[in-house]
């Protein structure tokens, strides 16, 4: 940890947030409140794109010296470098410092891109093979592990960041194998069955929150009937049992990996790597 004090400054976790889903929030509001914890800064604060506290709104209320924005996205995709920081006044990654009447603004780089994310992923993937060990705990090098993503052809950003953690994880030689996976793009979840060489599995979502993509439709694409997973889940039910069999292969799947405790560092390291670039572009 570096010697920059923060005791001037606000941070502001930006979230995209829904007015469909209550738990969308939940990690923004989950990590703000850690981070509210640790004392480091003036003041934490929590703001969505699409809910209650507006960006904009949260922004206009604050005076403080410096005010860093961290974009709790998964990747660097069509909202996190292009939408928000336009409407804010920000070209990402061109110009991500503004100047107001009161403040400098830092918008920094998303948290899904960050390197730090493959300890977010393996944590989340050990973590669910622990928690249900049936019919035993299989070891990473009989395991293949799956990173699930949304994929989208609107923006070849959003699947970079996926592939870049599978690209470290496979160099760490932890598991059998490792594959991404995707909703809307191929390689497509549905497959994965095919994909996997060795008979146990896990599957990590790649998703800030446990939505509707994690909860319902990933299980659905996984082979469950889709009945079964809705009354599941207006039962309050998780979605998935784990481990499930799905032709002849075990499945673990993860809950999302918004909620990882790592995840408050990751955004502490996009504050501070937005200092690093303020003090060398001002030594240039």
């Known amino acids: 940890m570096n010697s920059e004090s923060f005791s001037d400054s606000v941070l502001v976790v ?32 929590e703001a969505f ?28 995709g069509h909202f996190s470098t292009e939408i928000i920081p336009k409407e804010l006044g920000f070209s990402f990654p061109e110009n991500l410092k503004l100047k107001t009447q009161n403040s400098e603004l830092f918008y920094c780089h998303p948290v899904g891109s960050h390197d730090l994310m493959t300890k977010v992923i393996l944590a989340r993937a050990k973590e669910v093979v622990k928690k249900f060990p049936f019919p ?80 319902e439709d990933i299980p659905v694409l996984l082979g469950e009937p889709e009945r079964l997973v809705k009354e599941r889940l207006a039962a309050g039910q998780p979605t998935w049992r784990n481990p499930t069999e799905k032709h002849g292969k075990l499945f673990w799947y993860s809950p999302s990996i918004g909620t990882e405790l790592l995840l408050a560092d990751v955004i502490l390291e996009r504050v501070r790597e937005a200092c690093s670039s303020r003090r060398e572009s001002a030594q240039t």
């Open 14 to 45: 930006l979230g995209h947030g829904t007015d469909l889903n209550d738990q969308s929030a939940a990690p923004v509001l989950q990590h703000a409140a850690e981070l509210r914890r640790r004392k480091i800064f003036a003041e934490v604060r």
């Open 136 to 215: 035993r705990a299989p070891k990473p090098a009989e395991t293949t592990l799956f990173i699930a993503g949304h994929g989208t052809e609107r923006n070849k950003n959003s699947r970079k960041a996926i592939e870049r953690q599978v690209e470290l994880i496979r160099a760490q030689k932890i598991y059998a194998d490792v594959h991404a996976i995707f909703m809307e793009e191929a390689p497509f979840i549905k497959d994965c069955h095919w994909l996997a060489q060795t008979k146990y599995c896990v599957i990590v979502p790649f998703f800030i929150s446990d939505g509707l993509h994690a909860v």
């Open 49 to 76: 794109w699409k809910q209650e506290p507006h960006i904009k709104k949260v922004l206009a209320e604050i005076t403080a010296p410096r005010v860093f924005i961290v974009p709790f996205f998964i990747s660097e």
